[in-house]
């Protein structure tokens, strides 16, 4: 069965600081892809990042990286420098290969940053 | 474009009505699903379709029905509503290629609240 832990309920931050998100996910599939979404408090969910199960090389974008480690199968996902415009509920998010209608997400980390 | 776009954003029912929420896009995705976000626990999902005709079941299918029809309109029926069905309820729509999964595009929401 799959299924996504992100065992962080709630972090709390000062602004500047560097944060990491954890993400443990479970399959049984060799091919499967995982996301990352960005819900702020205005309730839209924004993508971030998508990343198959045959690319492990970390992604950066600006302050956003992403470090995927299939021997721990865990997606972490770190802000460097956060920001009050980073506060927001995150989910990680599974789906496998051919599986493009259904996503399995985490519980979700609400991440707040103040200023 | 107008993406994925839900319609009502908010909805009281009495318990024992009935009611639909609608769902469009008009990116020309193949997949469509639905799923509702309660607090702690992330998204779910309720039911997907993988082209127009096609739907199947996802985690929490109960009490609820969809169609497709249309290749753009992906309706959720609420048939008989439940306080337990009180939750906000997301709409997303997807693309695949070969046997690729791609990201999900989400609709705003609707609030729905059954007393």
């Known amino acids: 069965a799959q299924k996504v832990t992100q065992a962080q309920t709630e972090i709390s931050v000062v602004e500047k600081e560097d944060v990491t998100l954890d993400c443990v996910y479970e399959t049984r599939d060799t091919t499967y892809y995982l996301f990352w979404y960005k819900q702020p408090p205005s309730g839209e969910l924004v993508f971030l990042i998508r990343?198959?199960?045959?690319?492990?090389q970390n992604e950066i974008s600006g302050r956003y990286s992403w470090n995927f480690q299939k021997s721990t199968s865990s997606f972490n996902f770190t802000i460097t420098a956060s920001q009050v415009v980073d506060s927001a509920v995150y989910f990680c998010a599974l789906s496998d290969g051919n599986q493009g209608g259904k996503l399995i997400f985490g519980q979700g980390t609400e991440l707040s940053v103040k200023p | 474009n107008a993406g994925v776009t839900q319609t009502p954003k908010f909805q009281v029912l009495k318990t024992g009505q009935s009611m639909t929420l609608q769902c469009a896009q008009d990116?020309?995705?193949?997949?469509m699903s639905w799923y509702r976000q309660d607090p702690g626990m992330g998204l779910r999902l309720i039911h997907y379709s993988v082209g127009a005709g096609i739907t199947d079941q996802g985690e929490v299918p109960n009490g609820y029905n969809v169609s497709r029809s249309t290749t753009e309109d992906f309706p959720l029926r609420l048939l008989s509503a439940a306080p337990s069905q009180t939750s906000v309820y997301f709409c997303?729509?997807?693309?695949?290629?070969?046997?690729?999964?791609?990201?999900?595009?989400f609709g705003p929401g609707t609030r729905l609240t059954v007393t």
């Open positions: 997303a729509s997807s693309y695949s290629s070969g046997l690729a999964s791609y990201e999900q595009y």
């Open positions: 990343r198959n199960s045959f690319d492990e």
């Open positions: 990116m020309n995705h193949e997949y």
